[in-house]
């Protein structure tokens, strides 16, 4: 019997009620598969705050990096809108990555062919299904460069510095390349390479690392173009790799394409394909505690974990599997849901799951 040792980070709003229904889920793999999985919760985000003063403790850093793999509901909210700006339950989400290395954010854009309506982009573009992986590199660029103030021409200026080392692009192309030879060896690399240096640079690097993969067929884009083909001709794409800052803002327009944020999961990953997954939605604390959250993304997360960090493939598959049943039988929770179309709970949204696994 495999054993593993996971964090969970149930987090803020719905966090703790989708993160129940991902860990019934691991717990029905672990039955089907004979598997253990012990699981280890820790806070972060806005719950840290009000148990600990801190977004993000250093109990939780040190047992997030003693385990095999780290689970994340969702974090921050209104509760928490007057706490410093370095003391945020978002900044947990930067310091979680940092102090892991997850320097690689894998996040899917996936229409399933039963939602293909719910997507705003007309069906002759994206057809019945659509399926981009975007690579975004997730601890150097923009977010983390030099910054501060100083006195400029007009006056008291801000300035934020866009940085990349060899080393950096060489990494996460790496990650992206081996993603797209276990897809269908396309890689799309998105830059600004006619204005900046740092893009200019990143370009260079993505086309010498190209000589590793000669099996994947590479092309370039500026990011303004590949915002326009998102919406365009999304099917231009299959594997995606950018910069920080241009990853989060595709990431983001990327997931509104589908249609249904609450159906879409992501992966940070590090060194040794150790990764933090989550779903990309946020904490909704709105509809928190009334059981009626979407809890797909984080269990389609635990398949991403399975298949990345782990390598079991027929674990994550299987997982998937489920998930396309349960829709392709007609149930949908309320923010899925059609007109006339009775929507189900986050429980019974889990529970078919399940059933469907075994």
């Not at 990096?65 to 994340?72: F, G, T």
């Not at 830059?191 to 993505?206: G, H, M, P, Q």
């Not at 998937?320 to 039988?329: G, I, R, S, W, Y």
């Not at 949908?332 to 986050?346: E, L, N, S």
Request: net charge negative; with cysteine; charged share 25%.
């Amino acid at each position: 019997m495999a054993s593993f040792n996971l964090a969970v980070i149930k987090g803020d709003g719905i966090g703790p009620e989708i993160v129940d229904e991902a860990l019934k889920v691991l717990e029905a793999i672990g039955e089907k598969y004979d598997h253990k999985f012990n699981f280890t919760e820790v806070a972060a985000g806005g719950c840290a705050i009000d148990c600990c003063g801190q977004c993000l403790p250093k109990e939780t850093v040190d047992i997030c990096k003693a385990s095999d793999s780290v689970i994340l509901g969702a974090v921050g909210g209104p509760k928490w809108d007057n706490v410093p700006g370095d003391q945020r339950p978002e900044r947990a989400l930067l310091g979680l990555r940092e102090n892991l290395g997850l320097y690689a954010n894998l996040r899917p854009a996936i229409i399933h062919n039963a939602l293909s309506d719910a997507s705003p982009i007309k069906k002759e573009i994206v057809g019945d299904s659509l399926d981009i992986l975007i690579v975004r590199e997730l601890t150097g660029g923009i977010y983390f460069g030099d910054r501060g103030y100083r006195d400029g021409k007009y006056g008291t200026e801000a300035y934020d510095t866009e940085a990349y080392s060899e080393m950096e692009i060489r990494r996460i192309a790496k990650v992206a390349f081996e993603a797209a030879m276990s897809r269908d060896k396309r890689l799309t690399s998105v830059d600004k390479a006619n204005v900046l240096e740092s893009s200019r640079f990143w370009r260079k690097t993505i086309i010498d690392m190209a000589k590793e993969y000669p099996e994947v067929t590479l092309d370039h884009m500026y990011v303004d173009n590949a915002a326009m083909q998102l919406v365009r001709n999304p099917k231009h794409f299959d594997v995606i790799v950018t910069s920080n800052i241009f990853g989060d803002i595709l990431s983001d327009e990327a997931s509104q394409i589908t249609g249904s944020i609450g159906m879409l999961p992501s992966a940070s990953i590090g060194e040794g394909a150790f990764g933090m997954y989550e779903p990309i939605h946020g904490s909704a604390p709105d509809i928190a505690g009334q059981n009626i959250a979407n809890p797909i993304a984080t269990i389609l997360s635990m398949a991403m974990m399975l298949r990345y960090t782990f390598k079991l493939d027929d674990e994550a598959n299987a997982i998937e599997a489920a998930v396309t049943k349960v829709l392709n039988d007609g149930f949908r929770t309320a923010d899925i849901a059609t007109k006339g179309v009775q929507a189900i709970g986050t429980k019974q949204m889990g529970e078919l799951i399940i059933k469907a696994l075994n």
